[in-house]
C-alpha cells in the first residue's frame, strides 16, 4: 500500500451507472460558460425545471442560452447562488479542469473561461476526454428526450441506456405525454406496432422489454415520481383496461392504468433478468416517499430494483427499506449534489446498515461532461473522507475500506448490470 487511501480512491476507474448525458446537448458545439450552469443542477437554483401538478412546464428552463453572455449572467450563480452544493461542486471542478488556480470564477476570469470552453467544445472528443479525465470507462445514460435511441450509436461506444417508461404509464390516451413530452403511441411507431385496443397495449410492453438489447438498453428507468404518485397499488386489469382511450378518464382509472402498466413492466424486468432504475424522493415532493414503493417492491422478490438519490431527504426510510428487501440495491447518484454532508451520514450509516457490500453504486446525474467531472471529484472527496473516518474510528481495516470502494466505483455496477469486464 504505497498510496494513501484518498490516493487510492481518486484513481479507481468508474462504471457511471446513470447520467443524462443527450446527445443535443452533451455533444454540443456550441457550449458556453453559461450554459454549463443553465443546463446542470447549477441551474435548478435560479428555478425549477420541472412542473408540479396543476403548472406548465417551461422547455426553456435547461436549453441553451440566449444572446450575449454578461457578467451579472454569471454572478446569479457564482454570487447569488454560490453557497449551494451545485454551485460549489461545478466551480470547483470547472477550476481543476481549466486551471483556474483555486480562484473559482470571477469578474476577472469568467471571459477567458468562456472562450476556454467554447474552444473546447469546438472540438467532437472534448466531452469524452472530459470523461476519460473523470476516471469514467462506462456511461449508462437516461436520454429521456428521446428514450428509444440507441447511445452506442448517438454518443459512443463506452455507452448503453436505460428505458424511462413513465410514458406508458401515462399513455392511457394515445395522445398523452408524460413530463419529458414522450408519448407511448410514437414508441409503437418505431417499433412498426399498432396501438389500437388495451391488448395492443399490453403487446408493446411486452416487445419493449424483449427488444432492450437491440437498443443497447440494460434497465428500465421508472421515474414516475415527476409525473404522479409513487403509490404502485397491486394490478386492477378491469379497471386499467376502463380508461383506455378515455380523454376524461377519472383519477382512480389514470392511477389503475399507471399501477398497472409499473406492475407489468416490473414483472417482465424479473423474468428477463432485468434491473428496474426507481427515482425516489423529492420531484414531486408530496408523493415521492420511498416507502410508497414497498408494496411494489414486495410483489416482485425477483427483480432487481436499483434505488436512486438515497431518496434524498428520506435516506434513513430507504436504508431501512433495504435491510429488509434483498431485492433492492442504492444508487448513490445525485444525493451528494443535492448536500455533501447529508451524503457522508448516510454512507456512513449505509457502510453499517447494508447486509453486504454489493449493494451501493455510484453516478453522475448530469447534461455536460464538465459537471460529470465535477461531480466525480466532489464524489472521490467524499467517499475518501467517509472510509478514512470508518478507519480511524477502527470500524474496519484500510484494507477493507479499499474493497469496500473498488467494488462501490465499478465492481457492484459489472455484476448487477452484467457487463463484460
Ligand atoms: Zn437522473
Not at 443535492?338 to 456512513?348: A, D, I, Y
Amino acid at each position: 500500500m504505497s498510496i494513501s487511501l484518498s490516493q487510492y480512491i481518486h484513481q479507481l476507474p468508474l462504471i457511471d451507472v446513470h447520467e443524462h448525458h443527450l446527445p443535443e446537448t452533451f455533444l454540443s458545439k456550441d457550449v458556453g460558460l453559461l450554459d454549463l450552469f443553465k443546463q446542470s443542477y447549477a441551474g435548478w437554483t435560479q428555478a425549477r425545471p420541472y412542473p408540479l401538478p396543476g403548472e406548465i412546464a417551461d422547455e426553456s428552463l435547461m436549453g441553451p442560452a440566449e444572446g450575449e453572455t454578461t457578467w451579472s449572467d454569471i454572478a446569479a450563480y457564482v454570487e447569488d447562488c454560490g453557497s449551494n452544493q451545485f454551485v460549489r461542486s461545478l466551480i470547483q471542478g470547472l477550476d481543476e479542469l481549466y486551471d483556474l488556480k483555486g480562484e473559482g470564477i470571477t469578474k476577472d476570469n469568467w471571459q477567458a473561461l468562456d472562450q476556454s470552453i467554447r474552444n473546447n467544445h469546438s472540438d467532437p472528443n472534448w466531452p469524452h476526454e472530459v470523461m476519460r479525465r473523470a476516471g469514467v470507462q462506462r456511461i449508462i445514460t437516461d436520454p429521456y428526450s428521446s428514450p428509444m435511441q440507441n447511445a452506442a450509436e448517438t454518443l459512443g461506444e463506452n455507452y448503453q441506456s436505460v428505458l424511462r417508461i413513465n410514458a406508458l404509464a401515462m399513455g392511457w390516451h394515445p395522445d398523452n405525454r408524460d413530463h419529458n413530452g414522450n408519448c407511448a403511441s410514437e414508441f409503437a411507431k418505431e417499433l412498426n406496432l399498432p396501438l389500437d385496443s388495451f391488448d395492443d397495449f399490453c403487446h408493446l410492453i411486452e416487445v419493449l422489454v424483449e427488444t432492450l438489447a437491440v437498443r443497447n438498453q440494460i434497465a428500465v428507468k421508472n421515474a414516475l415520481a415527476y409525473d404522479r404518485d409513487i403509490q404502485f397499488d397491486p394490478p386492477n386489469e378491469a379497471l386499467a383496461r376502463s380508461a383506455w382511450k378515455k380523454v376524461d378518464a377519472d383519477p382512480e382509472e389514470q392511477k389503475a392504468f399507471g399501477d398497472f402498466v409499473v406492475d407489468r413492466f416490473c414483472a417482465l424486468a424479473g423474468e428477463h433478468d432485468v434491473p428496474v432504475q426507481m427515482h425516489l424522493g423529492t420531484a414531486v415532493i408530496r408523493f415521492s416517499h420511498p416507502m410508497k414503493t414497498v408494496g411494489l417492491i414486495e410483489r416482485h422478490p425477483n427483480t432487481r430494483f436499483l434505488l436512486m438519490h438515497l431518496a434524498y431527504p428520506w435516506s434513513a426510510d430507504l436504508m431501512g427499506m433495504a435491510f429488509v428487501y434483498r431485492n433492492i440495491w442504492i444508487d448513490l447518484t445525485w444525493s451528494l449534489l443535492l448536500s455533501g454532508s447529508h451524503f457522508k451520514r448516510v454512507l456512513h450509516e449505509a457502510i453499517e446498515v447494508l447486509p453486504d457490500e454489493s449493494r451501493i453504486m455510484l453516478g453522475g446525474d448530469n447534461w455536460h461532461a464538465e459537471e460529470s467531472f465535477s461531480t466525480f471529484k466532489h464524489a472521490r472527496n467524499l467517499i475518501s473522507e467517509v472510509l478514512q473516518e470508518k478507519v480511524a474510528a477502527g470500524y474496519f481495516q484500510e484494507s477493507d475500506a479499499r474493497r469496500l470502494a473498488e467494488k462501490i466505483f465499478s465492481k457492484n455496477a459489472i455484476a448487477f448490470f452484467g457487463l463484460d469486464e
